[in-house]
Each structure stands twice: as C-alpha cells, then as structure tokens.
C-alpha cells in the first residue's frame, strides 16, 4: 500500500471514530430507573388530587375507594405516605355514612290528600319478625308515625294478619329507648278492632325517638304471645313529616 493510500485510510478512521465519539449515548439504567419512578409519582399525585377532593367534600365512601386503591397501586410513594395519615379517620367515617344510609333507607314515608288536606306517614318495620309456629305466618311489626288533618298526629303500632293480645293490660307498654331504662307508656286500642295500638304520648315518644338508635317495645300478640320488638329508628327524617302537632 503506497503512503498514500497509507493517510487516506487514516483519515477515514480518524473522521468515523470521531463521528462515533460525538453521538448520544445510551441511557444508564439509573436515567431509566428515576424517569419511571417520576412517572410513577405523577400518577400517584393525581390520585391523591381526587382522594383529597372527595375527603374534603364528605363523600367518605367514595374517599375510601380511592385512598385504598391508591395505597394499592402506589405504595412508598410520597403521595402514599400522605393518604396513610388521614385513611384511618375516613374509613371509620364511610362506614357511619353508610350506615346512616342504610338506616335511612328503613323508612318509608308517604303523603296522600286526606280531606282538605294532607296526611303524612312515616313506617318503620321491626327488625326482627315475630315469633310464629308457622315461618311462613311470621309478620312484623310496624311503627307508624302519622299527621292527620283532621286528627292531628299519632304514633302507634301496626299488626299484619294478627292483632295485639289486651287481656293482661295494653294500657301502658314497656318501652326503651337505647340502653335507658325501660319506662311505661300509655296505650289505646281503637274502637273499630283495628289491629293497632296507639302510644298516647306522641309527643313524649317522637321527641325521645329523635334522639335514639333503636327503641325497643313489649307487646303481647295473639297466638304469639309476649314480645320484645325492635326498631332501629336513628334513620329517621323529621322533614318528611312537616306539620307541627295539633294536640
């Protein structure tokens, strides 16, 4: 090879490794490593941007949701750390919101024309059904609070396919209201044999119900017999019933 020949080759090597020096080089597995974490963290973020939204608004069910997914999917982040601090406070707050809902959901209200006017009822159902020697005869007891426009309102006990037993005294009940001590109420059965009972204290009964979870009534049944039913009441929706007492 002649010396020239000799010094072009050695040019081209020179201009190729020099083109090859001056490229990009591949990232480090460290580039890789932080540029995934940081994607990682941005996605944790918006996450924890919606749970503290839904905290911030009380919808604690839905808080509860995202927290724990985000725990899930995101954990050691900084955004987990976050939601670690405040997840224990919302989740006992979800389930009070949905047992407020659930026992809201107990009652059944209605408004229908009544003379010139309007009648409003509130129904609740025991918790239990009664005791039968027949299942399938097995009924509730329901809790009625009512405003008549002519009879003003009332609060009494209401019987399907069965009727209360009197001889030993209906005149006064045994009622509780929690964990108080049980105190007698007066009680009247209607003149038609209707298979009701009425707690003559509507007042007295509505404004210790309002303040109670659960008030618990002794009955005695026909074919049945001595009772204790249950009704979870701290559902209860004064607004459904707007009319204030007339007697």
């Known amino acids: ?101 659930r026992l809201a959901r107990l009652w059944a209200y209605n408004a229908v024309s009544e003379g010139n006017g309007t009648q409003y009822t509130a129904a609740l159902a025991s ?24 009879w003003g309102q009332s609060v009494y006990l209401l019987l399907d396919n069965a009727t209360f037993d009197c001889r030993n005294g209906c005149a006064t009940l045994s009622v509780r209201f929690d964990e108080a001590k049980a105190e007698r109420m007066k009680a009247t059965i209607p003149p038609g044999g209707e298979p009701a009972l009425f707690i003559d204290d509507d007042r007295g009964f509505i404004a210790k119900m309002q303040d109670a979870k659960a008030v618990s009534i002794d009955v005695t049944v026909k074919g049945v017999g001595d009772e204790t039913v249950e009704f979870e009441v701290g559902g209860y929706d004064a607004s459904k019933l707007p009319n204030k007492p007339k007697k």
């Open 1 to 101: 090879m002649t010396t020239r020949s000799l010094f072009i080759l050695f040019v081209a090597i020179t201009v190729f490794g020099a083109g090859c020096s001056g490229g990009t080089a591949p990232p480090s597995s460290i580039d890789v490593a932080a540029a995934a974490k940081s994607a990682l963290d941005a996605k944790a973020d918006n996450e924890l941007k919606l749970y503290e939204q839904m905290r911030s608004g009380g919808s604690w069910d839905l808080a509860i949701s995202l927290g724990d997914e985000l725990l899930k999917k995101y954990p050691g982040t900084a955004a987990a750390a976050q939601v670690q601090k405040t997840i224990a406070d919302v989740r006992a707050k979800a389930a009070s919101q949905l047992e407020a809902r």
């Open 127 to 150: 918790r239990q059904p009664l005791k039968a020697a027949d299942a399938k005869k097995a009924a509730r007891v329901r809790l009625i609070l009512r405003q008549h426009p002519q």
